[in-house]
């Protein structure tokens, strides 16, 4: 897989060689790519599993960060879904979120960590904002209902970095990524997102020998996907390069409708039958898509087709038994 592009001698930078990182969510779909990415580059990550430490406790994580002593907290874990889970458990995705939050930032400050990113989520920016979204359109309308406790829970961790960046001078920041993929993602179809939901439907689909496959919603709205690994990529160079109050975006700065991506995922999966959508099902967002010049200012591009990263991370989810 061909690496991210990104050229960091363009900023100075803010994170020390070898640093001493600890990637909060390291078992995640975004915590695990960026600890690889952080490692490879020569980092000591550090790590912690909720069993050995629950981020919604204040206290143990003020303790941990107090010992532990990190040059630079990376905070990717989050309660997260597709629109049925957060239609379905709205107080989990608020609450939990909050609680992470809360007591992962403000351990780090009390234990004097210099360097923390926040990782948000586009669906912070209001149902109809112009696109592409630019990262100033936050708080300007209204949220997509489907997942508005995840969307303020996120809004809340903005703030907050702002918040001590503003009162304490901290040197933390906070990023948007788009809707993401790769090894490593939720194929739940309970609580996953909609691409590795619609590989493993087309893949079961096809295994049944079904003839007809009946997706969610119209197959018009338009959403951007990007490879975690793309992601992980972008952090690092946000780490090294970007000290600034607003947040910055993440995303590939291209878009595609669900029902493109629908067709995508059954070229790849070999699916042949007929595809049937369900209007009477929710859509969402008519349309999400970010503008990227902000990072790609720093020097970053992405490197994934999304054709190649559908087809890799079908690959890999097949080596999951």
């Not at 630079?72 to 597709?82: D, N, Q, R, S």
């Not at 669906?123 to 489907?146: K, S, V, W």
């Not at 690994?229 to 390069?241: E, G, I, N, Y």
Request: overall charge negative.
């Amino acid at each position: 897989m061909t690496e991210s592009t990104t050229d960091v001698t363009r900023a100075p930078s803010y994170l020390p060689d070898r640093a001493r990182i600890f990637v909060a969510g390291h078992r995640g779909l975004v915590g695990s790519a960026i600890a690889r990415r952080l490692a490879g580059e020569g980092h000591e990550v550090i790590t912690r599993s909720r069993a050995e430490l629950d981020l919604r406790d204040a206290a143990r994580t003020a303790a941990f960060l107090a010992d532990t002593r990190p040059d630079a907290v990376v905070l990717a874990a989050a309660k997260v879904g597709g629109i049925m889970a957060n239609s379905t458990y709205p107080v989990q995705f608020l609450e939990e979120n909050l609680q992470i939050q809360l007591s992962v930032v403000a351990g780090a400050h009390a234990a004097g960590v210099g360097r923390l990113l926040f990782l948000g989520s586009s669906c912070i920016y209001p149902r109809l904002a112009l696109q592409p979204i630019t990262e100033d359109a936050l708080l300007t309308g209204p949220l997509e209902p489907t997942n508005e406790a995840y969307a303020l829970a996120k809004i809340a961790g903005i703030v907050q970095v702002r918040s001590y960046r503003k009162q304490y001078g901290a040197a933390y920041i906070s990023a948007m990524p788009t809707n993401l993929y790769g090894p490593g993602d939720n194929f739940d179809l309970e609580t996953s997102h909609v691409l590795p939901a619609l590989i493993r439907r087309f893949h079961e689909a096809r295994e049944e020998g079904r003839e007809e496959l009946t997706l969610w919603g119209s197959g018009t709205p338009r959403r951007e996907f990007l490879h975690v690994d793309d992601l992980a990529a972008a952090c690092a160079v946000l780490l090294r390069s970007y000290d600034g109050d607003e947040p910055v975006n993440i995303g590939c700065g291209e878009d595609l409708s669900i029902r493109e991506l629908a067709e995508m995922i059954a070229e790849v999966t070999r699916y042949r039958g007929r595809l049937d959508w369900d209007t009477s099902k929710p859509d969402g967002t008519p349309r999400k898509l970010l503008d990227v010049s902000r990072l790609t200012g720093l020097g970053w591009k992405p490197a994934v087709p999304l054709r190649d990263g559908i087809a890799s991370t079908y690959a890999w989810w097949r080596t999951q038994g």
